[in-house]
């Protein structure tokens, strides 16, 4: 186990103030204080300062946190080891799009595989899902979508098209346009945190083009209500082709192609390394290729 001090430290950083973390910890002021001193004289480093009034972590202090919380999240795995927890449910993370339109179609198959009974799974943004899994509130995590790797151990496993649709009845449904073709439509995008958002923004880059040169443009946080709003001729969006599958068979929607060829992002896997000696994460991570082979 940690020193308890180590544990001051951690709090005092996620803080960033003395007094908070007294009260988180349940402890006085002074000795918040005095177990930081303690620390800093042990290691002869200087942990936390103050820049202009608000108080920071020294370079020192977040080499240390990097690697107090890699360690603490070894020890949750092994107190979790010890008390024979192997066999507890599984708890998963899924971006929204995997969630409803990759992962639920494959629950009862998934189920069967890893022979876990009752894993969770949680859909949220990719945003929050990372942090999610910092907490170590869920297992791992289906992310589509650019993202930071971190410390993460990262396995992709799909690579998939990202595509462009509008009502059948557009002009443009069907026909191969230029992005300077698309600046004067109405834009449907997801919200700040998703994904689709980053993976957008991340090609339009690369094409020299932005979001803001389109100049009509709605924030929609839900797929569902950005598909419908399609369907009433209330604009275009760019989606996942798994999202969009459905409708695009029915001819609900249309294609757009964009002149520059097909875009497609990786989907990942994302865990802690550590959490890879579990029995419930290792089944999975190994039973999503044959997934996605059926």
Known sequence: MLDYRYHTFMALAECLNYTKTAKKLNMTQPAVTKHIQYLEELHGVQLVQYQDRVLTLTNKGKLLLSHLL?????????????????????????????????????????????????????????????????QHEIDLAFISGPFEPKNYYVQP??????????????????????????????????????????????????????????????????????????????GIGFFYQMAVKDELERNELAPIYLEHGEWRQSFYIVTHPEYLALDRVKQLVQAIPTLIEE
């Open 70 to 134: 890699k360690l603490q999240s070894e020890i949750n795995v092994i107190v979790e080891q010890l008390e024979q927890k192997e066999e507890a449910n599984l708890t998963i993370g899924a971006s929204k799009t995997i969630g409803e339109f990759y992962l639920l179609p494959q629950l009862t198959s998934l189920k069967t595989k890893i022979q876990i009974p009752s894993p969770s799974l949680i859909v949220d943004h990719t945003n929050n899902l990372l942090q999610m899994l910092d």
């Open 157 to 234: 496993f799909l690579h998939h098209p990202v595509v462009l649709v509008c009502h059948p009845d557009h002009p443009f449904a069907h026909q191969t346009v230029s992005l300077e073709d698309l600046i004067n439509e109405h834009l449907l995008l997801r919200e700040n945190g998703a994904g689709m958002l980053d993976t957008l923004s991340n090609f339009l880059k690369e094409e020299s083009f932005n979001l803001q040169q389109f100049k009509h443009r709605t924030t929609i946080g839900n797929i569902h209500l950005a598909k419908n709003l399609i369907k009433a001729k209330q």
